[in-house]
């Protein structure tokens, strides 16, 4: 990663520990609780249906955060869950939260002679990706995850996929679903699900619809005015989400994707 990446992460780890460092920064601890109970049950479905997981399954978490998904691995039914980030703040307090569990420190978009060889039967990659903002970096860190997982174990990843376009953000890149899907093909990952992770609460960057985006807009107005009207707007809308997600198709907003890898890649 850039330098200006890991100074804004770990910027952003110091001076709070809560989900609000990985969310959406404005929106309130309370909606943003909300937003990670709709990753939680759409990352659930997914993987206990195209993930194997056991006493023996030994998985890596990049780009752990607050650690949020090193938990969510465990509920699953993982045997060894390891997490990893960039930022040495992070790195540090998630060492601290957990003692039991192994946490390094580690550059995806690095020098993959850094990293084990087929170590994992699974690696999550959750809400980071798009974070990488140069397009080589981004290159190494898919052929990077493929070097992580075994032949035959499984990616589970969240990424925007936009359907005919690139949108550079000052703190993220929304990439196409055809670069992205020809990264990780390349690298030797053949795709198994798509399921969209958000509907109605996250940003419509793969929609052009003005409703949408009139919803959207209307909503964090609210929610960024009181955490109190975060926590109503986020109770109110969740269920809906919730239905939502298992209804589309595509999704306007992020997707959760399970790839397996199955080939040794370029």
Same mark, same amino acid.
């Given at each position: 990663m850039a330098a200006r990446e890991v100074s804004y992460w770990d910027e952003r780890h110091a001076a709070d520990d809560s989900l609000d460092t990985v969310g959406w920064a404005g929106l309130g601890h309370a909606f943003n609780a909300w937003m990670y109970a709709v990753r939680r049950a759409v990352v659930r479905r997914a993987v206990r249906a195209h993930v194997p997981l056991g006493a023996t399954t030994r998985v890596l978490d990049v780009g752990s955060g607050t650690g949020f998904y090193l938990d969510l691995w465990r509920e699953l039914g993982a045997g060894q869950v390891e997490g990893s980030d960039y930022s040495a703040v992070? =790195?540090? &307090?998630? &060492? &601290?939260a957990r003692p039991g569990t192994e946490i390094h420190q580690l550059d995806l978009a690095g020098d993959p002679a850094a990293l084990p060889a087929d170590a994992y039967d699974a690696v999550s990659a959750m809400d980071m990706l798009f974070h990488i903002m140069d397009p080589d970096a981004y290159a190494r860190a898919i052929a990077n995850l493929a070097r992580l997982v075994r032949l035959g174990g499984h990616l589970v990843m969240t990424e925007n996929l936009l359907a005919d376009r690139v949108e550079s953000g000052p703190a993220q890149v929304s990439r196409s679903e055809e670069e992205i899907v020809g990264l990780l093909r390349a690298s030797g990952f053949e795709l198994v699900a798509w399921v969209p992770m958000f509907v109605l609460l996250n940003t419509p960057v793969d929609s052009r619809s003005r409703l949408l985006h009139g919803w959207w807009t209307l909503l964090t107005k609210v929610a960024s005015r009181h955490e109190l +009207?975060? &926590?109503? *707007?986020? *109770? *109110? =809308?969740?269920? +809906?989400e919730l239905l939502a997600v298992r209804l589309a198709r595509r999704g306007p907003s992020t997707k959760l994707l399970v790839c397996r890898r199955t080939a040794g890649g370029r």
């Open positions: 992070a =790195v540090e &307090r998630l &060492r &601290r +009207l975060g &926590r109503i *707007a986020g *109770a *109110a =809308v969740c269920p +809906l």
